[in-house]
């Protein structure tokens, strides 16, 4: 009986084409049933087949919509476990920076690792986690992180470099409005966060500076950008911009609204919370060894 079941495609197809290829032309030639029998018999036959034709085809598309939900919800499950064995990676990260031979002096650099370098790490995760979930070469991606200190009014400064064709002052690039910058677009707009899937439209409006590495490929990519903050009674001690950039290909290939939205959300709300608070605890750390450090100076 399980190995009938198996095979269920096959048996319906047998019993909508070879039963009623074979009972039809026999009751037909059968003098058992007169003309009237015949087609009353026919009729209820044909009732009956419409009847398994619609239950059975309600079934499979019952059948259909639980396995394109069962298969979303396998999606999901490999996605969360993609974000998670990420976020776990940068644990182990900090972990092994407190086992390096030679630890900073504790005195002066306040911390027993590099929150910078931390940060950096971080933004190196951030970067294989999208590629492995979009598959864009690692080559093709930058993730770049800056960051400044409002309270002391101190100049931007990069933590990682999105582009290394940026010869000029970072600080200047930002709040120059003639560079017309990715930087100084969100950070003047003050931006919680941005996402552009064709870096061509905001070249339009004047909000994008084509570096060297955009001219060497002939699509532009996408862009993405999301504020980090660390606050202490509601002010702003440190503040950061994560950016991630693609050259000579987008996050979503085709033009498609609807694919385009999902993976906004998808980085939006599950991938970049997933690294926040991570970033936004390192950027306490930064602040902190920055005040002792400025507090200490003769």
């Known amino acids: 009986m399980n190995k009938l079941k198996n095979h269920k495609l096959v048996i319906k197809n047998i019993f909508f084409t070879v039963v009623p290829a074979t009972i039809f032309p026999l009751i037909d030639n059968l003098a ?116 400044q200190y409002p309270e002391n009014n101190s100049n931007w400064q990069w933590i990682t470099r999105k582009n290394s064709t940026i010869n000029n002052d970072l600080n200047n690039f930002i709040m120059d409005d003639n560079f017309h910058s990715y930087f100084n677009y969100i950070i003047t707009n003050n931006l919680s966060s941005h996402f552009e899937n064709n870096k061509e439209n905001l070249v339009k409006e004047g909000h994008y500076w084509i570096s060297e590495n955009d001219k060497r ?45 999902y993976f906004k959300n998808l980085l939006t709300n ?16 930064m602040y902190v060894r920055h005040d002792i450090m400025e507090n200490s100076k003769p």
């Open 32 to 147: 058992v049933f007169n003309e009237t029998s015949k087609i009353v018999f026919i009729i209820i036959a044909i009732i009956f087949i419409i009847y398994q034709v619609v239950t059975l085809s309600l079934k499979e598309e019952r059948n259909n919509q639980k396995l394109h939900e069962d298969l979303d919800n396998y999606q999901k499950y490999q996605m969360s476990q993609k974000i998670l064995n990420s976020t776990i990676e940068v644990e182990k990260i900090k972990r092994n920076l407190l086992k390096v031979d030679i630890l900073p002096d504790y005195k002066k650099d306040v911390l027993l690792y590099n929150p910078h370098e931390f940060v950096e790490q971080i933004c190196s995760n951030i970067k294989l986690l999208i590629s492995n979930i979009t598959e864009i070469a690692l080559s093709s991606f930058s993730v770049s992180f800056i960051y």
């Open 270 to 285: 599950n991938i970049i919370p997933s690294y926040r608070h991570l970033i936004e605890s390192e950027l306490g750390f």
């Open 217 to 261: 490929y002939s699509t532009l990519g996408s862009i993405a950008s999301y504020k980090m903050t660390f606050m202490k009674n509601e002010t702003i001690l440190c503040v950061g911009y994560l950016v991630i950039s693609t050259y000579g290909t987008t996050f979503v290939e085709d033009d498609d609204p609807g694919k385009i939205e």
